[in-house]
């Protein structure tokens, strides 16, 4: 009996659910650039802009995941996982030989290779992971892509806690850790998460408030951590203290998994008339295939009258993966491919996600200098990378919750907690440009906040807009312009502008650039300019979202989730 309730529950939706916490935790090493960047720049002698021409590259790498959505349309979970294990430990690996000098200097595209590789494994880990979560849990897409999303937000603060367990102060290692244990995760864990029928527990959302509490406590403990290692200068038994606890939080969701598994093989034992599961039967003779396939991923919606099912018939059967670009369906339901990409809703949403994520991932690449040049310790300056990760989580876990909350109560549309956010970021970047005392401290958690809600909402909004059939390849294609955004604005505008402000300062001192090892600003002139730029750029984001919030208002006014709703 014991044997056989252990593999209920390794097989169970919700054991599912918890190892994509784990995996999706150790998803977010690019958001740890700003704590090894310094080594990469300084070991291998590059200037600013070339280390942001680094840094774009491990943009584009963890958002170009357009191959990893059309791998997963076709392969296995498990087979999309095993390639993202692979190419984060071969990318993090050579760039942790090439820092500590165990191989010859490489070329600046063989690093802008090596970091894009190891960045692109997070697209892979979210095609096998995220996407087969969203679709076991359609109704709860929300709250389900915020909690996973803010695992990897914390991934940050988590892995820099392990490391100083681990390799204390010895940046450089973080490289490697980064490398292995990650790819390790996938590997254990790569045959427990795969699709499963969609079914529906009365008490599904309680479930999700339960890992809600717990991940909210690990992100506080996080926070603590981080701000008295600021203070307090720990041991390493202090350190190995802390990542234990970290530990035993993470895998407190194992014990809500195994609780509601053992409920379901209690009523397996005891049947009750209550409608767990979702059962759903197809009375017309031969089905079109595709409607069978969208049946067996989501569950056929509830009953609707003669015409309307004629309609969905006659729409799914026109469709295909290319698609009838000219009939469109509504929204809410299953787009194609292109159909999707070529819609207006989704090109607002691109320039939107330019202007807003291409500017937050800029400030957290270069937030380690932004510290620098403002004269903040080098501890400290991890502090703020840490905050950014810590923060990053809230914001994503706040935009699921918040806006589930607030689009079923109140119908207030998800596309405009997306403009709110986008200002909000506007705020962290003028604080940065015009700094005050304390003022990249609130900064910090201001990006972190707005970085976070930022990619939930996305993720969520595609899914909604345009359905799931082709989500693994859609939501990769909509993130793609966060590194075009990145590039433009990273390498183009701040870097330049910041190598600039640095040989003015050569300059004064009467020296040039060969009589340097690396650019350094020192003072608030650094960013001023470059940050002034990018509050511009992401406010004028922020109105053409608003153009996405009028369009979509009265979709977010009807029942959006009806097609996924339990059939009693």
């Given at each position: ?5 252990a ?8 054991f599912t659910?918890?190892a994509?916490f784990?995996i999706m935790?150790g998803?977010?090493?690019?958001y740890?650039?700003?704590s ?8 291998l ?13 491990k ?13 997963g ?17 071969a ?9 500590t ?15 894009c ?6 697209n ?12 076991n ?18 991934s ?11 390799y204390p ?12 244990l990650?790819a390790?995760?996938?590997v254990?864990?790569?045959?427990t ?10 008490n599904?959302l ?15 403990f996080?926070?603590?951590?981080t701000l ?11 350190y190995?203290?802390?990542t ?5 939080i ?7 998994a ?6 379901l093989?209690n009523?397996?034992?005891?049947p009750v ?14 089905p079109?295939p595709?409607?069978?396939?969208i049946?067996?991923l989501d569950?056929?919606?509830?009953k ?8 969905t ?11 009838d ?12 491919i ?6 207006t809703?989704?090109i607002?949403?691109?320039?939107a ?8 991932l ?5 937030l ?5 040049s403002l004269?903040y ?14 923060w ?5 876990v ?5 806006s589930?909350?607030?689009?079923v ?15 909000l ?6 604080s ?5 005392p304390?003022?990249v401290?609130?900064?910090?958690v ?17 899914s ?10 859609l ?12 590039y ?10 910041y190598?600039r402000e ?24 650094c ?15 922020a ?16 029942d959006?989730?009806?097609k996924?709703r339990?059939?009693v």
């Amino acid at each position: 009996m014991a044997c056989q309730f252990a593999v209920q529950v390794i097989k169970g939706r919700w054991f599912t659910v918890f190892a994509s916490f784990l995996i999706m935790a150790g998803a977010g090493a690019t958001y740890l650039f700003g704590s090894y960047s310094k080594d990469i720049k300084s070991t291998l002698g590059y200037d600013q802009s070339t280390l942001n021409l680094i840094g774009f590259f491990k943009d584009l790498g963890a958002n170009v995941g357009v191959l990893a959505g059309l791998i997963g349309e076709v392969t296995p979970t498990w087979f999309v996982l095993l390639v993202g294990s692979a190419m984060n430990f071969a990318g993090y690996f050579m760039i942790w030989l090439a820092v500590t000098g165990k191989i010859a200097k490489p070329k600046v595209w063989q690093m802008c290779l090596y970091i894009c590789v190891g960045a692109n494994s997070q697209n892979f880990v979210n095609t096998g992971a995220l996407v087969t979560c969203v679709k076991n849990f359609p109704e709860s897409r929300g709250v389900m892509l915020g909690l996973l999303k803010g695992y990897t937000g914390l991934s940050g603060a988590i892995f820099t806690q392990i490391y100083l367990a681990i390799y204390p102060n010895d940046s450089k290692s973080l490289i490697l850790l980064i490398g292995w244990l990650p790819a390790a995760l996938s590997v254990i864990f790569v045959y427990t998460i795969r699709p499963m029928k969609v079914v529906r527990q009365q008490n599904e959302l309680r479930v999700f408030y339960h890992f809600l509490y717990i991940s909210l406590s690990l992100g506080v403990f996080l926070m603590v951590m981080t701000l008295l290692e600021k203070t307090i200068t720990f041991s390493r038994a202090a350190y190995a203290g802390s990542t234990t606890v970290v530990c035993m939080i993470m895998f407190m969701p194992l014990g809500i998994a195994i609780r509601e598994e053992l409920a379901l093989w209690n009523l397996k034992k005891h049947p009750v008339d209550s409608p767990v599961e979702v059962i759903s039967i197809d009375k017309r003779p031969n089905p079109v295939p595709e409607i069978q396939e969208i049946q067996e991923l989501d569950s056929f919606p509830p009953k609707s009258s003669l015409g309307q099912e004629k309609k969905t018939q006659i729409t799914t059967t026109a469709t295909s993966c290319c698609g009838d670009l000219c009939n469109k369906p509504e929204r809410g339901e299953d787009y194609t491919i292109l159909q999707a990409l070529l819609s207006t809703d989704m090109i607002i949403l691109f320039i939107a996600t330019f202007c807003g994520l291409g500017s937050s991932l800029t400030a957290v690449d270069n937030l380690g200098q932004i510290g620098e040049s403002l004269g903040y310790p080098t501890k400290t300056v991890g502090t703020f990378v840490s905050l950014v990760s810590i923060w990053n989580y809230f914001g994503r876990v706040f935009s699921g919750f918040v806006s589930e909350s607030l689009m079923v109560k109140w119908k207030i549309p998800r596309t405009l907690m997306m403009t709110f956010m986008l200002v909000l970021s506007c705020i962290a970047y003028l604080s940065i440009a015009f700094p005050f005392p304390g003022s990249v401290y609130m900064a910090s958690v201001m990006i972190g906040v707005s970085f976070g809600a930022q990619l939930t909402l996305l993720f969520t909004i595609i899914s909604e807009l345009f359905g799931l059939k082709y989500y693994a390849t859609l939501f990769n294609c909509g993130q793609l312009a966060s590194p075009l955004g990145s590039y433009i604005l990273n390498v183009r505008v701040t870097g330049m502008l910041y190598d600039r402000e640095a040989l003015k300062v050569l300059a004064k001192k009467g020296m040039t650039r060969s009589s340097v090892k690396e650019l350094v600003c020192i003072g608030s002139q650094c960013y001023r300019l470059s940050f002034t730029i990018l509050a511009g750029v992401t406010f004028f984001g922020a109105l053409i979202s608003l153009v996405l919030v009028i369009r979509t208002r009265e979709f977010y006014k009807g029942d959006i989730y009806k097609k996924y709703r339990e059939v009693v």
